[in-house]
């Protein structure tokens, strides 16, 4: 299956693809030497589960399609990509709140060497949008001057300034990827994933075009049940106590979902580092370099804790979304939008608030999802942020 098959109803950038990937290809057979379809720098933009990191890999993977660039799917080059072992295409995926700037000097370093295949260097940057300051200069250096063989692939929410520096963007061909419908969402669950179709159709909708979440939902009861758990807060804020009785479980909902996630991985980092720093023997410089055991462990326990705090956010930012989905139906079904509701098994629930609150008042409960999203992203301690939108809620 073609290496674009995952990029769900995104049929323009899949064709910009495909065109560069081509061009690419013959670029690497002499037979051209670039007709502007193919170019050093790429940002991939849209919103989360829009496919951003999907189509980075994918183009990655056509530019080391042993198929004339077709990105078949097929071939070693294309599997070794999509598999994350091929040797001339590293990602770079940010462990904690940002993208230092060590791991991406060293990054553009070998970046900067030939390609052991042949083809091309890939680097894709997921989440560039956490770039740190210097880390993106150390990346807008190597993008002003492309080793020949080069390309860069960053994805971002959007090309705002607050996403990605204005002189990278300047030097980048921008990949606007859209919120896939859910019909194309529930496509791709029936045919790659082999779900049933009905359970596709309203996992597609609950998860709001994201394609990843619309896959845990349908499989993953413990999912469903978070989900549940975040879908009934708005009948359960009878007072204050209320509010900040609800706030307390979703931040601690939040913690449990990332703390499963992480500590597996956290243990298997920490038994590889200490069996790699046992083997240091205990001759002459063992003092020396029991002292760098003890930084380099020091350091893995930042990243490590970091990571546990990424993993918080994006956790609570999914409930979030998901309690946003509930107001904006309330707010659809009071106005009578000619649009389907995002959470079909709260229908009832969201008309009946409908017929209870003004849309003024409906607006201001999602207004203050929207700011507490905001607000968490800025930096403000998770529980203010949650229990000020939760009395907001109440109020309305
Ligand atoms: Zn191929």
């Known amino acids: 299956m073609s290496v674009f098959a995952d990029l769900v109803g995104q049929d323009e950038a899949v064709e910009t693809l495909r065109q560069a990937a081509a061009s690419a290809a ?59 072992t091929h040797a001339d295409v590293r990602f770079v995926v940010p462990e904690g709140l940002s993208i230092g700037v060590g791991e991406m000097r060293a990054l553009v370093l070998r970046a900067g060497t030939a390609p052991s295949g042949g083809r091309w260097q890939a680097v894709v940057v997921e989440d560039a949008d956490r770039l740190t300051e210097a880390a993106g200069n150390a990346l807008l250096k190597a993008i002003e001057e492309p080793p020949p063989r080069t390309v860069f692939l960053l994805c971002t929410p959007s090309t705002h300034p607050d996403d990605i520096s204005v002189t990278i963007r300047s030097r980048c061909r921008v990949v606007p990827l859209r919120q896939p419908p859910a019909e194309a969402v529930a496509e791709v669950l029936v045919r790659r994933d082999g779900i049933a179709p009905d359970v596709a159709a309203w996992a597609a909708a609950a998860a709001q075009g994201h394609v990843g979440r619309a896959k845990r939902l349908a499989g993953d009861a413990e999912a469903r049940g978070r989900r549940d758990a975040v879908l009934a807060v708005p009948r359960r804020l009878t007072g204050v106590g209320a509010c900040f009785d609800a706030a307390s479980a979703l931040i601690e909902a939040a913690e449990a979902e990332s703390a499963a996630a992480v500590t597996e991985n956290d243990t298997t980092e920490r038994a590889a580092l200490e069996q790699a720093l046992g083997a240091g023997g205990t001759g002459r410089g063992a003092a020396g370099a029991m002292r760098g055991a003890a930084g380099q462990l020091k350091d893995l326990e930042r990243r490590q804790k ?32 000619p649009v389907p509701v995002v959470h079909r098994d709260t229908a009832a629930l969201s008309a009946a608030a409908a017929e209870k609150w003004t849309p003024e008042s409906t607006l201001r409960r999602l207004e203050a999802v929207l700011a507490c999203r905001d607000a968490i992203e800025q930096n403000v301690k998770p529980k203010i942020a949650v229990e000020a939108m939760m009395l907001n809620l109440w109020k309305g």
């Open 306 to 337: 970091s990571r546990a705090t990424r993993s918080q956010r994006d956790a609570l930012d999914r409930a979030l979304v998901d309690l946003a989905g509930f107001y904006r139906d309330v707010l659809v079904t009071k106005l009578r939008a």
């Open 26 to 84: 013959r670029i690497v057979a002499g037979t051209a030497t670039g007709n502007g379809a193919m170019t050093h720098a790429w940002i991939f933009t849209g919103p989360p589960g829009s496919g951003r990191s999907v189509a980075a890999r994918a183009l990655a993977a056509a530019l080391q399609c042993e198929r004339e660039g077709t990105g078949c799917g097929e071939c070693h080059g294309c599997h070794t990509v999509l598999g994350g």
